[in-house]
């Protein structure tokens, strides 16, 4: 069994003031696989402080000097990601398709972050003006379980491109891959101080990140209701914020989509990462004159995604990060039904042949109204619906009447009608007939979804604040 005592703070492997000692479960087998000592209010401090040093140099530095720092960091990680997948697999539960397919990204992002400061102007005129981009300061990462280093990565690779130095809490969940995640920082010679990383709870590390008037930004992926509260909080320093946020996104197919291919793309998407992914399609709309073709598209479709043990390669879905998690999913399946839609794939319970591990049955309920709470609340498991419509206007009508709007899909034969409707759709990104994320597109949300947004150019500049100089 793992045992994680220690924190990373100005430098160094440090055992933290916090006593508190959290379980580490496999998720496919219910066994306790290590232990994490927690950080507390004084080791987040402690943080902040050691990031608010380290701000001192670290913000006065050029292009060279950050980009050279992105490089180490991302050789540092390529040489530990086989380690890095195998700890997903074993305290998250994603499946080995996706930590193949995903994974090598905590590596590129670094990569990526370099170009883009290389070709970025720090300095440019405005009318009169000289403006310079600086580094907001010390910022804080709060980060989710679903794919922590993922978004640790992300965020920690933009701040750097700024000039920002940071404070890093990741989910007490995810200890395996931060402890990697964080000897890869510490092997790639890192200055002291840059990247301070605590796991703690949100409710205690998390609360003193986002009210302290050290910290300047914070960026936080996760529940609507914890980023509410963290712009609350950061609204008495004034704290800059990204928040990526909730989702509940439709897949809209419009009359002349080819279902072969449309179909398992929309499936894929809505139970992408084991249903845990806040970008997923979870509303199928469907127009009422190739409804039934899409109900027995999606009939056919959903059992060739295996669920089951998440290191067998033919696994699409592996097990719900936890037992509070399943109940949560399940509960949800009961509201369907309660709700009146009926079940066209999957159901309650553990699939046939697994009687142990928090695995839920793919599920995919029809006869929906965009009212019901399965339709409006975002279940974060392997759960959709879907939502038949009359004409373009009211699947326009049924995508946008959401709090939501982090994602949004369209497929359609007709590739200039898709991105008329597109342009239409009140979400942050939308992808056509299954296109893949771009690393350079920004990526956040809108309505309940968030603010602000990531990747790329837009992500460094999250970070940094123009000062215009007027002589």
């Given amino acids: 069994m793992r045992k994680i005592d220690q924190v990373y703070i100005g430098g160094a492997f440090v055992t933290p003031h916090g006593s508190e000692l959290s379980p580490l479960f496999n998720p496919a087998t219910e066994e306790v696989v290590g232990e994490v000592r927690l950080a507390d209010e004084a080791d987040a401090e402690a943080a902040i402080a050691a990031a608010k040093r380290a701000l001192v140099n670290f913000s006065t530095t050029g292009k060279r000097e950050r980009i050279d720092i992105l490089e180490r960091v991302s050789a540092a990680i390529a040489k530990r990601v086989d380690e890095l997948k195998e700890a997903m697999i074993e305290e998250y539960g994603g499946t ?48 989710p379980w679903n794919h922590s280093v993922a978004f640790i990565c992300e965020k920690v690779s933009s701040a750097i491109a700024a000039g920002c130095t940071t404070v890093v809490k990741p989910s007490e969940l995810s200890a395996l891959q931060t402890q990697i995640m964080t000897e890869c920082f510490d092997d790639a010679g890192v200055p002291a101080g840059l990247i301070n990383v605590v796991t703690g709870r949100g409710d205690v590390v998390g609360e003193v990140l986002s009210r302290h008037p050290d910290v300047a930004k914070v960026s936080f992926t996760g529940s609507t209701a914890v980023g509410q509260r963290i712009m609350r ?38 139970f992408a990462n084991n249903g845990q992914a806040c970008f997923a399609g979870t509303r ?41 998690q399943y109940d949560r999913v399940q509960s949800y399946i009961r509201l369907g039904r309660d709700e009146g839609a009926q079940i066209l794939v999957g159901g309650e319970g553990r699939p046939e042949g697994l009687d142990k591990g928090w695995f839920t049955r ?31 206007d009211e699947a326009v009508a049924i995508a946008n009447d959401t709090p939501y709007g982090l994602q949004a899909y369209v497929f359609s034969a007709d590739a200039a009608r898709a991105r008329r409707i597109a342009d239409r759709l009140e979400s942050g990104t939308v992808l056509i007939n299954g296109a893949r994320m771009d690393p350079r597109a920004p990526h956040g949300g809108v309505k309940m979804s968030g603010l602000g947004r990531e990747h790329g150019v837009y992500g460094m500049e999250a970070y940094l604040e123009p000062r215009a100089v007027i002589a």
């Avoid at 397919?101 to 400061?117: I, K, N, Q, Y």
């Avoid at 990204?242 to 929309?266: I, N, R, W």
């Avoid at 479709?301 to 699409?316: E, H, L």
């Fill in 96 to 143: 080995k398709d996706f930590v193949d397919a995903t994974m090598p990204h905590a590596a590129s992002v670094f990569l990526d972050a370099a170009r883009t400061l290389e070709s970025y102007e720090l300095t440019r005129p405005a009318g009169g003006a000289i403006v310079s981009m600086q580094p907001v300061g010390v910022a804080a990462v709060i980060t």
């Fill in 233 to 270: 909080n950061g609204a008495e320093t004034m704290k800059r914020v990204t928040l990526e946020l909730g989702g509940k996104g439709p897949s809209v197919f419009l009359d002349d989509a080819d279902l072969e291919a449309g179909v398992p793309a929309a499936i894929a998407v809505g």
């Fill in 284 to 324: 199928i709309l469907a127009p009422d004159s190739r409804l039934e073709e899409v109900l027995d598209a999606v009939r056919a479709v959903v059992p060739t995604f295996k669920v089951g043990d998440p290191r067998d390669p033919s696994t699409a879905l592996g097990p719900l990060v936890n037992q509070r």
């Fill in 362 to 392: 793919p599920t995919v309920f029809t006869g929906v109204s965009n009212d019901m709470r399965i339709a409006r609340e975002e279940i974060f498991g392997p759960v959709l619906c879907v939502i038949s419509y009359r004409d373009e």
